[in-house]
């Protein structure tokens, strides 16, 4: 049997791909992803924790997660379709309109 | 007695109908409401009146109670209405001499585009005047004198388009309130001594307080009745209300509300009674008043400012009164005061509509040919004013005189005199003036029509016959009415002796007034003003013109000081008050200037923010563990 750690460490490799994806890529699109590979990192590791200690409540966590992505998701295509309508882009760097 | 409020609620009533839908109404509906309350009002008040005659003296007292109005600790507070026979002398006068105002005013005010609004003040005023008499304690006497002289604050600026209207308003309200403040001192010092403000509970309770309470007290109640009725030096705002359209002049700036002060001492005698201190200084001032008033009004040439100098005179006649405890007198003067002066603004109302509003004496004479009912009943009012023998002021004015001469008063009684040859010398100046040798003015005078006629016929009823309820010598009804008021306590009485006439003293001021009264026609009944005086004459006839200078002194003396303790407030304001503000605001405006570049506005960085803030509470969790 593989050993926990190796579910955590990939979990922890995913995650840190998804936020470094978040802080570099300006197209929306490749963040949205990024965000998605995030989620499901933590997915992973609440599995891993659910079968460790034979507990359900993280696989019932798992599933809230993935209908909240998939809410997210269908609401940030939403925002990002009537940005691109808008500006003709979708440049996040560009979207800057709450500056202080 | 429990339906003696309806005698407050028909004014209320009238006064709020006028208000809310006078435009609707239109004009006569609005006068034929405003004024039936007020007549409704005073056949109420004779039945009232009428109920109390059918009882025997020492039960004309009653005390309906209404609500509980305050409970607070050991203070109680019931709204309740004291009908005796002064309160009922009062509600006569208010309702009596104030319908019949109310029913001239349907002709005065004729066409004044405000028409309904001036009825709604009137019968305001009436309430407010009607709950000050009635109250049967200190705390609603204090809000029906608040709401008289708010009352008369809307209503001598009621032509609020003259500038002198609005100042004069503002000139009475201030110094009325002056005088509220000196009651409401007084209220408090009463409340926390005694613990109660009702007349029953306070006066029982006076033996309880130490003198000098108790003359503080009475200065302070006299502070509030000296500034309402005008006395000197708080006498200022009354010649300066004459601003006001002339039926106020006569119901609120002659007959009823000036009258409240007098209404005061009389109603507090037994304060006044255990302050003899205060009583001598509210005798004192009177007689002062009532020479000094008398002087001004000599020269003035204003045919309404000449009347309102005369009720301050006679106004100080009636604190002389009332000063040496001579209570039921000062307010038989009060009564048949209201009469003539009534009387006396009503004739020169009258005047002044047939000549187009004019005012000036010197532009006025010979009306006696155009105007000849005015003409007569003003006669009656002047010789009433002056006290010429056998019309009413005659009756009281001696019996305030001759009181003052048995109470061993003898200088008090000698200004008395001197003023009473000033108060015949200055009416019937005015009255010669007006109405005899020829006219001078270019307006085309005329009689006034018979709704303002009326009422100055039946009041010059009341000014010719109304004094011979106490003839010297024979009867005094007057007396024998308001003697159970005036003996429940003591001190309310003069003794016996006093009470007799003292003929030698009536002879030599009817002497003296009618010679007044002859150097007036000597000098001023002829064809022409005479405008030369001798030169000896003329700068005495400069400090009178200029009424002493009293306002000229008043306004430099609080004038100056206020502009002084303006700047000083300013100061405050600027450096305490906006550095405190501004200081404020300047602390936000700083920490948000800070702050600001955080929100750069790049979703990344605030990702990379959330993403050093969520390492941080780990590595901290990882820590403390």
Redesign the interface.
Known sequence: MVPLSYYLILSALLFSIG?VG???R?NPLQ?FMSIELMWNAVNLSFITFARQYTNMAGHVFVFLVITVAAAEVAIGLAIIVVVFRTREHAD??E?????? | MQDAIGILLLPALGSLIAAVFGRALGRKATSYITVGAMAAAFLWTVSVVWRLLALPPAQRSFDPVYWQWIHAGALQVHFGLLIDPLSATFLLIVTGIGFLIHLYSIGYMEGDPNFQRFFSYLNLFALAMLLLVTADNFLFLLVGWGGVGVASYLLIGFWHTRPSAVTAARKALVLNVAGDVGIMLALFILVMTLGRVSYAGVFSHVSSLTSLQVELVAFLLYLGAAAKSAQFPLHVWLPDAMEGPTPVSALIHAATMVTAGVYLVARAYPIFHAAPVAAEWVAGIGAFTALFAATIAIVQNDIKRVIAYSTVSQLGYMFLAVGISAYAAGIFHLTMHAFFKALLFLGAGSVIHALSNEQDMRKMGGLKKYMPITYWTFLIGAAANAGVPLFSGFFSKDAILGQALASGHFWLWLVGVVAAFFSALYIFRLFFLVFHGKYRGDAHPHESPPVMTVPLVVLSIGALLGGYVAVPGAWNLFDQWLQPVFSRYPGGILPAAAAAPNWGAIALTSVIVLAAVYVAWRYFAGDVVREELPAALRPIHKVLYNKYYIDELGHAVFVWTVDRLAILADLFDRVVVDGIGMGMARLVWGWGEALSPYESGYIRRYGLAVLIGGVCVVAFLTLVQ
């Open positions: 936020t978040v802080l570099v300006r963040m996040v760097d979207l800057n309109a709450m500056k202080g």
